[in-house]
């Protein structure tokens, strides 16, 4: 059946404009329209091509995120070997390879540009669309990760000018971000993953996934420095090589500079390492190129590096030590965190001598002991953090790391949430600040933040949870900054929250891994406290989402006598815990009925609030995080990441107005 010339003229205009959008608001960070027009145009898009496959083009969007595992990563040639650059250690050897170049050269000027630390990729285009994606490898040849790279946002899938060349292989690096890393590495620890040590490491492991669906869940970015082969063009310069991959569509590197003489370079190079701090990704040093693609030719390379390049190498981030001990911190939550005491050790012109372990599950998948010898780093160059454990090196009277089976603090009983080990102790001290913090914002305190928490504690007005409840307007008016006025207005918010429903009060006593979701649960289940505080795990595992460790943690916490004298001396304090007095109502039939729902950015016609209620009472679960589980996200206006987290998930996006319209078909009229 031939395809009609409006719907031809209409699905080139959308891939078009989509590939616009993607490169303005992925390349540029300007987006042209907001998230929901996008969208929009989006499914228009992809009900085109499930109506006529024949026509979709290698370049559309919908071609971006593949599905399909791939059984293993054929070899592919580079056309011209990818080299690597010989290294200046230092100031006086990068000056040493500079005055080198001027003296057989003194015309040659230089292009500096950031040395970012990620993995190296080849893109080879053919009359501008990408047909290959190839990684480093052994210089000759690397693997075939096309399907993956093409899940990458910044990496176009067709050259942005009229009149591409017939062939060019450009050159860069995928990187991931400095706080992307560490989000990536949390959320790998909550589903039981293996984390990475370091931001290179993430992006190549995330680059080399047989399924390319997991690469596009990775925050992962191209910054394109350079080309192979080409065909169909000509350059006469390197800083025009980066120019023209602007114009193609790329992020390539900046701030670079053009210098016409060594001291130029060299105050690059003091700049960069001076400002390093302050880049979004891992940078190790400069690379300087010979501007003049004829002296470079005239140079040459050797089997290893090209003679008219070097890398500026930065002073070293990451140092040998031994650890010596392990101490254990308790913070504000409760959770236990191991620390390790090291041999102090310079990293970056900074002496570190503590570095935390984060948790045990990390320390276990490290195997970490004490008596290791171990490569530190500091992380962005500020916190220090160990990156590989020298297992060669290994002495032979090491001790494992245990964890701790008391809080070190209190000597309350710990359990497992997650990767991480809490005191369940509501009275331990290391963490009263953190828990009033809290217990204010679930029962809506006003002017109880952590400044004021902070104060409390400090002041010792309030020794445990309970004591909040003792306090009066005199008692406020001891805290820095609180006069009758302000005191009085705190007190008075104090007393409004007395009356407690019984899904608040469980969610205030802070149970591991009892949020407000499973908080809910219970009360509905058990109706009253004292019921709830009688709870056996037999009877916690009859409920539905509760499983065997989660009623370990809760009998663990209600029974401990700590926490009970806790809970009687709220109640004696003068809270009351409203019992759940209505059996279930029932859910009506509705778009939302069993679904897990997560909202962003701003609605017009509801707070998040309001909307919150309203889906909850249709049926649905909202949470506050997107993952693979979640059934929708329902997007208003400036969304913040759970909106991107949504698209790498695949999760469904729900618009602000569809929104109101599955509202409207539940029997839901908030016009």
């Known amino acids: 059946m031939a395809v009609p010339k409006e719907v031809l003229r209409r699905y080139n205009e959308l891939v078009d404009l989509l590939n616009k959008y993607d490169y303005y608001y992925y390349v540029l960070d300007r987006p042209l329209v907001s998230d929901a027009e996008y969208d929009r145009l989006k499914r228009e898009l992809e009900e085109i091509e499930k109506n006529y496959p024949e026509i979709i083009r290698p370049d559309s969007p919908t071609q971006r995120v593949g599905g399909k595992v791939a059984e293993g990563f054929r070899e592919a040639p580079h056309r011209i070997p990818m080299l690597s650059l010989e290294n200046a250690m230092n100031e006086n050897e990068l000056r040493q390879w500079l005055r080198k170049i001027k003296d057989q050269f003194p015309d040659a000027e230089f292009c500096a540009e950031p040395k970012f630390d990620g993995t190296s990729l080849e893109l080879v285009y053919e009359n501008g669309i990408l047909v290959r994606a190839i990684t480093r490898g052994d210089g000759t040849k690397g693997e075939d990760v096309t399907a993956n790279a093409k899940t990458i946002r910044t990496i176009p899938l067709r050259l942005r000018v009229d009149s591409p060349p017939v062939r060019i292989d450009v050159r860069g690096e995928v990187l991931i971000s400095r706080r992307d890393f560490e989000e990536l590495n949390e959320r790998l620890l909550r589903e039981g993953g293996r984390t990475f040590a370091n931001p290179r490491n993430a992006a190549a492991g995330s680059l080399r996934q047989l399924d390319p669906s997991i690469t596009a869940s990775r925050p992962l970015t191209f910054i394109a420095w350079g080309v192979g082969y080409y065909e169909g063009i000509s350059f006469e310069d390197q800083c025009q090589i980066l120019d023209t991959l602007d114009n193609f569509g790329f992020k390539t590197s900046r701030p670079r500079k053009r210098c016409s003489d060594i001291e130029e370079v060299v105050r690059y190079y003091r700049e960069m390492e001076e400002k390093r701090d302050s880049f979004d990704y891992e940078m190790d040093g400069i690379v300087v190129k010979v501007a003049q693609l004829s002296i470079q030719e005239r140079l040459g390379a050797t089997s290893h590096h090209p003679r008219w390049a070097i890398a500026g190498k930065f002073k070293p981030v990451e140092r040998t030590t031994r650890i010596k001990d392990v101490v254990y911190q308790v913070g504000r939550t409760g959770i236990i965190t191991p620390v390790a005491i090291l041999e102090p050790v310079e990293v970056g012109g900074v002496v570190v001598s503590r570095v935390s372990l984060h948790n045990f599950d990390q320390v276990r998948q490290m195997d970490v002991r004490v008596g290791d010898w171990v490569y530190v780093r500091r992380a962005g160059d500020v916190i220090p953090e160990i990156t590989t454990v020298i297992k060669e090196r290994r002495p032979p009277d090491t001790k494992p790391i245990e964890p701790p089976d008391r809080c070190p603090v209190c000597g309350g009983p710990v359990v497992k949430e997650g990767a991480y080990l809490k005191c ?124 065997p460790q989660l009623a370990k943690n809760i009998v663990t916490f209600i029974r401990n006598p700590q926490n009970r004298s806790v809970i009687e001396k709220m109640l004696r304090n003068g809270v009351e815990v409203l019992p759940v007095e209505k059996e279930g109502e029932e859910v009506k039939e509705s778009p939302f009925a069993g679904k897990r729902v997560v909202f962003t950015g701003e609605l017009e016609k509801l707070t998040r609030s309001q909307a919150k209620k309203i889906v909850e009472s249709l049926g649905a679960k909202v949470t506050s995080s997107v993952s693979r589980s979640t059934d929708m996200v329902v997007v208003g206006k400036n969304p913040g990441r759970k909106y991107r987290d949504a698209q790498r998930y695949g999760v469904r996006i729900v618009p602000e107005e569809e929104f109101y319209e599955m509202l409207r078909q539940a029997g839901v009229d908030i016009s």
């Not at 369940?424 to 004021?452: D, H, R, W």
């Not at 149970?511 to 499973?518: A, L």
């Not at 289940?525 to 499983?547: P, V, W, Y």
């Open 424 to 547: 369940i102790n509501m009275a331990c001290p290391a963490k009263q600040a953190g828990q009033l913090e809290y217990m204010a914002k679930v029962l809506e305190i006003e002017g109880l933040g952590e400044s004021t928490a902070n104060a409390m504690v400090k002041h010792g007005l309030v020794k445990d949870p309970a004591d909040l409840f003792a306090l009066t307007p005199r008692d406020i008016m001891k805290l820095p900054g609180y006069a009758v006025r302000s005191a009085t207005k705190l007190y008075e918010q104090i007393q409004r929250a007395r009356r407690i429903p019984l899904d608040k009060f469980i969610t205030v006593l802070s149970i591991p891994g009892v949020g407000k979701e499973t908080a809910r649960l219970l009360a509905e289940h058990f109706k009253t406290l004292d019921r709830f505080l009688n709870a056996t795990e037999s009877e916690l595992l009859s409920i539905r989402g509760i499983g």
